[in-house]
């Protein structure tokens, strides 16, 4: 039926009557209104006060029962109820909320727990009263904006005046009809920290903090608004081998639903545990036992990627203004929030000033008129309008000095004065209150001409009183995917008794090797050329002997292993290089060609294919005449294990010893830079900085003026205010443009390194002494932008400028005046020399490996010891 224009009307003294009236529109309106009051009035917080409506009338109940004791949770409630008939249960449960953010409600009794998720004992049992920081930060009657309640009995706040971003410290998460919000809580110092930034005119970054501790990704927190993500996780360390501890969990989650989830990840079999005991108390503490063999690292693992351990939240920043539901980060809201503290602390400043205004203009007006015996003009008058015009008539000689004109209410309020005050008036102590009260109306005015200035000590001040127990909780940390060859936490520690031939992590009395995991595989070397890949155990016995005990990576062409044996008890010595990419694991390998009784005289594993230089002696028998010479392994090629090698000689070698050290004698290594994580990763992730070759550095600058060149490890770390970072080329010219503290002028410099392995500072040490800008250019060009309006741009050439001088050097005065700022600018063409062209080896053992011309005594054997299973087809495990 079409009930858009139906309007059927029966008889009305039918029993059967029916009328069906239109319905255009109806729902869309009522829609309309209900979603706008969910919106506006229940889900999402206000902008001005950080709270929600609710919340808002429970603060205003709480103040307005305050007499500095504990009240009953069920007598606020109450107390709410008259400015909006909420539910009891729901004003309860809101109240609990903002009481478990330990930030504006002081409580007493059992208020539940955040972290075992038990709830709050009945209302009738339980107390609370403002805190300290609450009565401070979030009331003033004189700024605030009323508005009558639902039945118009009792005034409500429209906002409450609140000096504080509550809603970025609290957090808030609501669902409305058609939107919700999630914005996380924030740590209490960082946000004054951000806050003070923000009215110095400085960049921040504000990154959540959550009570309950953990460990957080924020790398895709995008200030907090839609698409961004927040991985959490809980922290958990190793017992013992057989026992995990969960000392911090997850925002969002509680020990019960943790553990059921781990509960529930056993069950399917995607995690082994043998039981859970939750001993929380004040703080977290989960013990998860596990069944004999199984690993702690790779349960923990198997924790973060199946269970709760690791949770992904999705915020949602949605805030009202002016009465509008609107999406904006976290950062805008601070800023907000900010200026908004800069506007209350203003108006509360021009209040307490037309206040001591008013005072000072009625103790002056009163020392007039007692001063000058002005109340005896009025014993003749018979009328009030005579007396007010006696006394009007009376002050007029003497207040040119006031500030306003005399209102009648003035002259009133005088002749409210009592006889006993005008006996007793002591005009000096008079004297003396009207210049305190000028004394606080300077102090008022010199803060509200150094407006920003008080905002700043205003939040410093709130950091100092209620900072206390506020430090960060949860840890930052970037994480990696979790795949357990990459980012297994290598906690236990690998030992090695090397005459008995024992390897393992219970040898603590004997060498240490490494840091490694249940997880990993170690690789051995003996003094008879056996090799063995083997796995991590508490202990094994590997053979006697030991020469090199090391982590085995899977795969590793990098590391390459030069190897000297002399072939059986009286054979001829050999010389070898291979690297070591699959085995089976606990399978000997023979080196040295199978033979009985052979010895390794020479060894040593090179992480990056080092060839070292080593001096071979031979024993004096017989009419040798050359008993020592010097061997290169750069002239050797790089072939299989299975190799004999290159004949070093036949004669008996009394020793070998190390000459010197060698370079990498492998193709250049490409490098790149994770800036997300601040690491050298050779897995093409981050910005490339070009190929390595065991003798190339990288160069660092940092915003401090220092300089630096390291080896490109992928272990190393790196300072926080670095600023360049690239692949260093000695004869590269470095130009800056500092600021001189000392000399209170700028300097233009251009230099290079001189000592690679130096750390120096090239700007000047005085304290405000600051590098302005930096440039790697062969040719660079720039343009400054001076602070004085009449100064106009000027384009520098700084090879025109400047020679290239020492790095010492205090270089060329640039100006006196002060820069605004300094662009780069694109550099002039150059053409950089030719690189002499280098022949490498190659890190694929299957191609492009070319026999290096044997040198030095060495005569070329390529004849290959194959064991049975290395037929070309070898599989790893």
């Not at 000096?163 to 110092?189: C, D, M, R, W, Y």
């Not at 002259?411 to 009260?437: G, H, M, N, P, W």
């Not at 660079?780 to 001076?786: D, E, L, Q, T």
């Amino acid at each position: 039926m079409n009930t858009e224009n139906t309007d059927i009307n029966q008889d009305s003294q039918n029993p059967n009557h029916e009328t069906i009236t239109k319905v255009t529109g109806m729902f869309k309106d009522w829609f309309l209104d209900y979603a706008s009051y969910v919106i506006l009035e229940r889900a999402v917080p206000a902008i001005n006060d950080g709270l929600k409506p609710v919340q808002r009338r429970i603060m205003q109940s709480m103040k307005d029962l305050d007499d500095g004791r504990y009240n009953k949770v069920a007598n606020i409630v109450g107390h709410t109820m008259q400015y909006h008939p909420h539910g009891d249960a729901s004003i309860a449960d809101a109240m609990v909320q903002v009481a478990q953010k330990e930030l504006l409600i002081d409580m007493q009794g059992n208020w539940g727990n955040i972290l075992t998720g038990d709830r709050a004992a009945a209302s009738r049992y339980i107390e609370a009263r403002l805190s300290k920081f609450a009565l401070e930060v979030v009331f003033n009657p004189k700024t605030t904006q009323w508005q009558a309640s639902y039945d118009g009995r009792r005034k409500e706040p429209i906002n409450l005046p609140v000096k504080f971003p509550l809603v970025i410290a609290q957090g808030a998460e609501g669902i409305a009809v058609g939107l919700s919000t999630k914005i996380v809580p924030h740590n209490f110092l960082e946000i004054i920290e951000a806050s003070i930034k923000i009215l110095k005119g400085r960049s921040f970054t504000l990154l959540p903090d959550f009570q309950t501790g953990g460990i957080a990704d924020f790398s895709n927190y995008n200030d907090g608004l839609r698409s961004g993500k927040i991985l959490v996780r809980a922290k958990i360390s190793v017992a013992d081998k057989r026992s995990l501890i969960i000392s911090e969990i997850p925002f969002g989650t509680t020990t019960s639903s943790l553990i059921d989830s781990i509960l529930k990840a056993n069950d399917k079999g995607k995690i082994k545990i043998k039981r859970i005991e939750d001993n929380t108390a004040a703080d977290v503490e989960i013990h998860i036992h596990l069944p004999n063999g199984v690993s702690p690292d790779k349960t923990i693992d198997a924790l973060y990627a199946f269970t709760n351990c690791e949770i992904s939240i999705s915020p949602l920043s949605c805030i009202i203004q002016d009465n509008k539901p609107i999406f904006i980060g976290v950062s805008e809201i601070l800023r907000i929030s900010t200026h908004q503290t800069l506007g209350l602390l203003k108006l509360e400043l021009e209040i307490q000033k037309n206040e001591l205004e008013e005072q000072w203009h009625f103790a002056s007006l009163e020392r007039i008129f007692i001063q000058n015996r002005i109340y005896r003009d009025i014993e003749e008058e018979e009328t009030w309008k005579g007396v007010i015009k006696a006394i009007d008539k009376g002050l007029k000689p003497h207040i040119s000095h006031l500030k306003r004109p005399i209102k009648e209410d003035d002259i009133v309020k005088l002749t409210e004065i009592r006889i006993k005050k005008i006996s007793k008036f002591d005009l000096d102590k008079a004297k003396l209150f009207i210049a305190s009260l000028e004394d606080k109306i300077d102090k008022i005015n010199y803060h509200l001409e150094h407006l920003t200035d008080f905002a700043i000590a205003y939040f410093k001040n709130l950091k100092t009183k209620y900072g206390k127990g506020k430090e960060r909780k949860t840890e930052i940390r970037i994480f990696d995917d979790i795949i357990a060859t990459k980012v297994v936490m290598r906690n236990t520690k690998m030992y090695v008794n090397r005459a008995e031939g024992f390897i393992g992590t219970a040898l603590k009395k004997h060498e240490y090797v490494t840091d490694c995991s249940d997880i990993d595989d170690i690789i051995v070397f003996l003094n008879n050329g056996n090799m063995i890949v083997t796995k991590v155990t508490s202990k094994i016995f590997v053979g006697k002997d030991i020469l090199h005990v090391a982590l085995f990576k899977k795969n590793d062409k990098r590391t390459i292993y030069n190897m000297i044996y002399r072939s059986g008890k009286s054979g001829p010595t050999y010389i070898k290089r291979f690297p070591v990419t699959g085995v089976t694991r606990d399978k000997i390998y023979n080196l040295a060609n199978n033979t009985p009784d052979s010895k390794v005289l020479y060894f040593s594993a090179n992480a990056n294919g080092e060839a070292q230089s080593v001096t071979v002696n031979l024993r004096a028998v017989g009419s040798i005449k050359k008993l020592k010479w010097d061997l290169d392994f750069a002239d050797l090629a790089i072939k299989g294990r299975g190799v004999r090698g290159n004949t070093v000689t036949k004669k008996t070698v009394r020793k070998i010893e190390l000459k010197s050290e060698g370079v990498s004698t492998l193709k250049p290594r490409k490098i790149w830079f994770d800036d997300t994580v601040q690491r050298l990763n050779v897995d093409n992730r981050g910005d490339l900085l070009g190929e390595f070759t065991a003798a190339d550095r990288l160069l660092i600058i940092t915003q401090k003026g220092i300089i630096k060149t390291i080896e490109p490890k992928l272990t190393a770390h790196f300072d926080e205010d670095m600023i360049v970072l690239e692949k260093w080329i000695p004869n590269k010219p470095i130009s800056a443009v500092y600021y001189d503290g000392d000399k209170e002028r700028y300097f233009v410099k251009r230099f290079m390194v001189d000592n690679p392995n130096k750390e120096e500072f090239f700007i000047s040490s005085a304290p405000k002494s600051k590098l302005e800008i930096v440039s790697t250019d062969y040719r660079p060009m720039a343009s400054i932008v001076y602070s004085k309006r009449s100064l106009e741009d000027e384009l520098l050439n700084f090879e025109d400028f400047i020679a290239i001088k020492g790095i010492k050097a205090l270089g060329n005065q640039l100006t006196k005046e002060k820069i605004k700022y300094i662009n780069i600018l694109e550099p002039l063409a150059y053409e950089p020399p030719a690189l002499e062209n280098i022949e490498v080896e190659s890190e694929d053992l299957n191609t492009d490996i070319k026999p290096i011309v044997a040198k030095n005594n060495l005569e070329s054997d390529d004849t290959v010891q194959k064991p049975a299973d290395e037929d070309g087809q070898i599989t790893l495990f």
